[in-house]
Structures are given as structure tokens and as C-alpha cells.
Nanobody, 123 residues
Framework: QVQLVESGGGLVQAGGSLRLSCAAS????????MAWYRQAPGKQRELVAH???????NYADSVKGRFTISRDNAKKTVHLQMNDLKPEDTAVYYC?????????????????WGQGTQVTVSS
């Protein structure tokens, strides 16, 4: 099993900044891609930022130039630095990771989600 635990959400005024972190744990052999998604009330979950094990990064158009994703492969963590936050960034933010872990029956692929962390931006 692989667990992802997010931290760093909260309430901030428009124009402010927050830094989200996500730590992976378990019998992980390798983490491939890590990503941040978000889901606002009444809306579908959407990809915010994605980073591969090799460091290739993609952002949603709505956050380009404001958000920065980074990862520490040794610590099995991924971070999302969010600057110039806007009210429309308000959502629950979820960490996602996929890779390989060592399970009961040997090496097995995983795709895991964190529990989510609330980000609220007031106008």
C-alpha cells in the first residue's frame, strides 16, 4: 500500500501565497509521475500541475506563471508553490502519484490519492 498525505492548505486573501506539500510512504520501489489536482464545489476534479520522475512539468493554463510544482525524489515528496492566488483557485487540492510498490505478491503498480487539503482564497 502507498499512502499520500497533504499539508499546507488554508485561508488566504487574494494575491497571497500558499505552499502545499505531499509526502508518500509505504513500500515504494519507484514513483513515476506526481501531480496536483483540485476540485471546486460543483465542478469536476481538474489537473493543476504534473511532474514526471525526469522533471518534465505541465501546468493547467489557468495557473501558468503563478504556481510552481517541484519534487524531491529522495524524500518522496511533491510541493506546489501557489502565488498570486485568486478566488477562483478555491478548491480542495489533491496529491496524486503513480509508480511501483513492493506488495504481498511482489512488485505491483499503484496510483494513489491523498485525502485532500482545502485552499480558500478570499476576495
Amino acid at each position: 500500500q502507498v499512502q499520500l498525505v497533504e499539508s499546507g492548505g488554508g485561508l488566504v486573501q487574494a494575491g497571497g501565497s500558499l505552499r502545499l506539500s505531499c509526502a508518500a510512504s509505504g513500500s515504494i520501489v519507484r514513483i513515476n509521475a506526481m501531480a496536483w489536482y483540485r476540485q471546486a464545489p460543483g465542478k469536476q476534479r481538474e489537473l493543476v500541475a504534473h511532474i514526471t520522475s525526469g522533471g518534465t512539468i505541465n501546468y493547467a493554463d489557468s495557473v501558468k506563471g503563478r504556481f510552481t510544482i517541484s519534487r524531491d525524489n529522495a524524500k518522496k515528496t511533491v510541493h506546489l508553490q501557489m502565488n498570486d492566488l485568486k478566488p477562483e483557485d478555491t478548491a480542495v487540492y489533491y496529491c496524486n502519484a503513480d509508480g511501483i510498490f513492493s506488495g504481498t505478491y511482489g512488485y505491483t503498480t499503484f496510483n494513489s490519492w491523498g485525502q485532500g487539503t482545502q485552499v480558500t482564497v478570499s476576495s
